[in-house]
């Protein structure tokens, strides 16, 4: 009984470890997609900044 537990505790520490390692490949897979997200909205928003800051230049001074 004892040495039957055991085995089966070595094969789920195993199945285990195996899951983790999935589990940190899938989590640091989002933390990518979610940088390149927030990369691209940040761009997004930058190139809003810099028209809004032109269009009031050339408001402010003609051309």
Do not use: P, Q, R, W
């Amino acid at each position: 009984m004892i040495g039957l537990g055991k085995i089966k505790h070595k094969k789920f520490k195993t199945a285990n470890s195996k899951f983790k390692i999935f589990e940190n490949i899938n989590f640091f897979l989002h933390k990518l997609l979610f940088l390149n997200y927030y990369k691209y909205c940040y761009e997004k928003l930058f190139l809003l900044v810099v028209i809004f800051s032109k269009k009031n230049d050339i408001e402010k001074y003609g051309d």
